[in-house]
C-alpha cells in the first residue's frame, strides 16, 4: 500500500471543477463546499522535517486529544484557543479511525443539536482515556489529532528529485489548522458561516515518514450570537485504497469515488523508524529500486552545487556521490527484504 502521486488533473471537484498539481493525496470538503475559493502555494517540506521511516506494520490511526471548557476570552478564535491549550493537559484522548465529526449524511449541525460531545463525537472512535467524557455538555473545546503519514513514492520514480505532492483540505465552521512537520498547510482562523473551507499543496522533498496535525476549534454559539453556531469537521481523501465516505459524498476522481484515508496509513511517533543508509526510497530496504537512485543521484568527485533532494542518503557528508559513496552503498544492499529489520 503506497501513497501514489499522480498526473495533473487526475482528481476533480464535484461538477467538474477542475484541480491542478500533481497530487498524492487529496481530502476535501463536502458538496457544500464544492465551489469554495482554494488557493495553491506549494508549500515545501523538507528532508529534514521528517521524522523518519514508517514501520511495515499497519499503523492505529489518529491520535485524538480533546481540550474541553476553554473559557470565553479564550474562546474568541483559533489563535487564542491555542494559546490556550498550549499552557493545559488534554481533558480526554481518544483514537480515530478518520476525522468525520458529525459523522452521516449530515455534512455539520447546529451547536443547539449537541447536548454532550457524544452527540458530535458518535462513531470511529476508541480507547476513550475516560469513558463519561462524551457525556460533557456541549461547550468551547479543542481537538488535536495527530499521525505520521508515509510519503511513499511511485513503483516507476528513479529519478533524484520524485517529489510527493500532497493537497490537504479542511473543512470547519469555527477555526481549524493542518500542520505537516512544523509547517502548516491551511488554517482558518475565525468563524466563517456557514463554513470554513481551505486546500493548500504540501511538496515533500524526500520519501518517508512525516507528522500531520490537524486542528477542530469549537466556539460554543448555540443562539448564533458571534455567527459560530455551527459545528464539524471533514478531512477526505481520493486513494485508491480508501474507506467509504460516512458522509456520503463523492469527489470526482479518475479512480473512482471519494474516499477517507484508512486508518492504516498512520502511525504513532513510537512506531517510526530511523531512515536506512542508502535507502533512496525510504521503504526500509536496499535494493534494485535504490540503484537506480543511486546511479541518478551520482555526480563524481569535487561536486560544487548542491545536491538533488533524496539524494542526501547517499552521500558521505561531502557533499558529493560518487566511488567512495558506491562502495558505501555496495554494502548495503541486500534486496526487496522490508521489514527484515
Known amino acids: ?18 484541480r491542478q498539481g500533481v497530487i498524492s493525496w487529496l481530502p476535501a470538503g463536502v458538496l457544500l463546499l464544492a465551489f469554495a475559493p482554494t488557493s495553491h502555494s506549494h508549500l515545501f517540506i523538507f528532508d529534514s ?27 474568541a478564535n483559533l489563535l487564542t484557543a491555542e494559546a490556550y491549550v498550549s ?24 451547536d443547539a443539536d449537541f ?14 482515556s475516560d469513558l463519561d467524557a462524551l457525556d460533557l455538555p456541549f461547550d468551547h473545546f479543542l481537538l488535536r489529532a495527530t499521525g505520521y503519514v508515509n510519503a511513499r513514492l511511485r513503483d516507476s520514480d528513479f529519478q533524484p528529485a520524485p517529489p510527493v505532492w500532497m493537497d490537504f ?9 493542518v500542520r505537516m512537520s512544523t509547517t502548516t498547510i491551511t488554517r482558518i482562523l475565525f468563524p466563517q458561516p456557514p463554513y470554513g473551507y481551505g486546500t493548500e499543496n504540501a ?22 450570537e458571534f455567527g459560530a453556531e455551527r459545528a464539524g469537521i471533514e478531512l477526505l481523501t481520493c486513494h485508491e485504497d480508501g474507506m467509504d465516505t460516512p458522509s456520503g459524498f463523492l469527489l470526482v476522481c479518475d479512480m473512482g469515488d471519494a474516499k477517507i484515508a484508512p486508518p492504516w496509513y ?34 563524481g568527485p569535487g561536486n560544487k552545487g548542491a545536491l538533488d533532494e533524496g539524494c542526501r542518503t547517499f552521500d558521505d557528508e561531502d557533499n558529493d556521490v560518487d566511488l567512495l559513496d558506491f562502495s558505501i552503498f555496495v554494502g548495503s544492499i541486500g534486496g526487496p527484504e522490508p521489514c527484515a529489520r
Open 1 to 18: 500500500m503506497t501513497w501514489n502521486a499522480l498526473p495533473k488533473d487526475q482528481c476533480r471537484h464535484p461538477l467538474g471543477r477542475g
Open 49 to 75: 522535517q521528517r521524522a523518519g521511516a514508517a514501520p511495515c506494520q499497519p499503523g492505529n490511526g489518529w491520535f485524538v486529544e480533546c481540550f474541553y471548557g476553554i473559557s470565553d476570552e479564550a474562546a
Open 87 to 110: 499552557e493545559e493537559s488534554p481533558t480526554f484522548t481518544f483514537r480515530a479511525q478518520y476525522l468525520d465529526w458529525p459523522a452521516g449524511p449530515a455534512a455539520y449541525g447546529l
Open 115 to 128: 447536548e454532550t460531545l457524544g452527540d458530535l463525537l458518535d462513531d470511529y472512535i476508541s480507547d476513550l
Open 169 to 177: 483540505g479542511l473543512a470547519v465552521f469555527d477555526g481549524g489548522r
Open 203 to 224: 511538496i515533500i522533498e524526500s520519501p518517508g515518514a512525516y507528522r500531520v496535525e490537524v486542528t477542530l476549534f469549537n466556539r460554543y454559539d448555540p443562539q448564533n
Open 266 to 299: 498512520f502511525y504513532d511517533a513510537e512506531d517510526v523508524l530511523p531512515v536506512m543508509p542508502s535507502d533512496f526510497d525510504v521503504d526500509n530496504d536496499v535494493d534494485l529500486r535504490d540503484i537506480a537512485g543511486f546511479q541518478a543521484c551520482f555526480t
